[in-house]
């Protein structure tokens, strides 16, 4: 077992700091930097060293004029120690040069085939990295998760989230309609006397519903039943869709990320506080998905007819910010986004969003979201 962990210390990039001393379970890190840490940045990381290590954590300030001289006697000191090669920093080489000379065992993380390797010794096998939640790596970027805005869908509720995904699968072809539909049902529906899933409707608002475009179609689909004048939902999670049309498109995606089985943790409708300590006032944003794969996130951003820069800049700036380096974006809309928009397009490309819209819908999402994964993580 590795005791003691040498490992320069990132301070833009915080899951290379806690990534092989979790995955090694380590007593004892010593970090070695050229200026002192900053207690609020590294934060977040001593969460989780206390969280799953309890371990001791050492900094070492180096002095440019003898940093050989302090790195050696920190190797004297540590004589069983290992070395972390993760990161890009100068320290890496000194750390390195000492590990050959004292033949110690050499790590690092491997960000692209996701395992955690040694350098020179053939007695180590590869190790999976430790997993983290999406919290936890949201955490690391110094953001936290605060709420949701609309309850994800329950994988107990079988049946429910089949009827959403043949609901959206039916009527994307025209989403359009489908997004004026569900408006008016729910606002004929807010009008009336109702009880949870049950509204009476007048003469006047019966006569309104039975013109809905797709009245008929959403009860052919189970959506509701009409009986006389009582209009019944078929569950309460389904009246709540129709009271938040945008929630169809991002609970159709959930759904499908977390049955896909591709992905280690999926999150719906997030608020992300990432204001700093003691802020008179939270800034915060909201994600639509999150999907986490191999510590990397995904961010998805739903768009139910219209995209626009703001949200490419939006998701893409959130990738950059809450994410690492092989954290991927994207957009789903339910329009053709090429032929519709060619300039917001050709954007997303050069943002490197990842597009989800009706054409990969027509091909079917599960592959796309699989040609996104081999693209981003290699891992098919």
């Not at 001593?46 to 001791?56: C, G, N």
């Not at 990161?87 to 491997?110: C, K």
Request: charged fraction near 30%.
């Amino acid at each position: 077992m590795i005791e003691t962990l040498f490992k320069a210390y990132e301070e833009n990039d915080h899951l290379r700091n806690v990534i092989l001393p979790l995955t090694l379970g380590v007593k004892r890190i010593v970090f070695f930097s050229r200026k002192p840490y900053e207690e609020k940045s590294y934060a977040p990381a001593k969460a989780l060293y206390d969280r799953y290590l309890h371990t001791e954590i050492r900094f070492v300030v180096l002095d440019d004029k003898n940093e050989r001289q302090q790195v050696c006697e920190i190797f004297k000191e540590y004589p069983d120690a290992a070395v972390d090669m993760s990161g890009s920093r100068y320290i890496l080489l000194l750390l390195f040069a000492e590990a050959v000379h004292h033949q110690l065992p050499v790590f690092y993380f491997d960000a692209e085939e996701n395992i955690v390797k040694e350098y020179h010794r053939q007695d180590y096998s590869p190790l999976k990295p430790f997993q983290l939640s999406i919290e936890e790596i949201v955490s690391l970027s110094g953001g936290r998760i605060i709420q949701h805005i609309h309850s994800e869908p329950d994988p107990k509720e079988r049946s429910i989230n089949n009827l959403i995904l043949k609901t959206v699968e039916s009527c994307y072809k025209d989403y359009d309609q489908f997004i004026s539909s569900i408006t008016t049902v729910d606002r004929l529906y807010q009008n009336s006397k109702h009880t949870s899933a049950t509204c009476h409707l007048d003469k006047e608002t019966l006569d309104r519903l039975k013109k809905v475009p797709l009245n008929k179609k959403f009860q052919e689909l189970g959506l509701y039943h009409l009986k006389g004048n009582t209009l019944t939902f078929r569950s309460s999670r389904i009246r709540t869709l129709f009271d938040v049309t945008g929630s169809w498109l991002e609970s159709y995606l959930f759904i499908k990320l977390q049955r896909s089985g591709r992905f280690d943790d999926v999150k719906m409708s997030v608020v992300i506080d990432f204001s700093d300590q003691g802020a008179k006032y939270p800034v915060t944003c909201e994600i639509d998905l999150l999907a986490a794969k191999d510590n990397h996130l995904v961010f998805i951003s739903c768009k139910s007819n219209k995209v626009d820069n703001v949200a490419l800049n939006e998701i893409a700036l959130h990738r950059l910010t809450f994410g690492n380096e092989l954290s991927a974006a994207a957009v789903a809309t339910a329009v053709d986004l090429p032929s519709r928009s060619p300039a917001i397009a050709a954007k997303a490309e050069e943002l490197d969003v990842f597009i989800l819209d009706r054409e990969t819908l027509d091909d079917g999402w599960d592959r796309e979201l699989e040609r996104l994964l081999k693209e981003k993580f290699s891992v098919l």
